[in-house]
């Protein structure tokens, strides 16, 4: 057993520092969220308030979400 203590204390500071890096992306993933959160609130109150942003359809209500795009005619470009 005491063989295993100097691998250990070799790879201590690797899962330290695997540690840390892992909190601190995760903090940045999760503030980044509660920002834009925050943000898109600020924007429907202040839009709200002023009236300058008219409601938008939901996407299944949009026209342009039920159409299909149009497909190309490669039958002009066959090969000889």
């Given at each position: 057993m005491s063989g295993v203590?100097?691998?250990?204390a070799a790879l201590i500071p690797s899962v330290g520092v695997g540690f840390l890096f892992w909190l601190v992306i995760k903090n940045m993933i999760?503030?980044?969220r509660k920002e834009r959160?925050?943000?898109?609130?600020?924007?429907?109150?202040?839009?709200?308030?002023?009236?300058?942003?008219?409601?938008?359809?939901?996407?299944?209500?949009?026209?342009?979400?039920?159409?299909?795009?149009?497909?190309?005619?490669?039958?002009?470009h066959t090969e000889k």
């Open positions: 203590w100097p691998y250990v999760e503030g980044d959160l925050a943000h898109s609130q600020w924007d429907a109150q202040h839009a709200e308030k002023s009236g300058a942003f008219p409601e938008r359809p939901a996407v299944s209500e949009s026209p342009a979400a039920s159409e299909t795009p149009p497909v190309p005619d490669n039958s002009k």
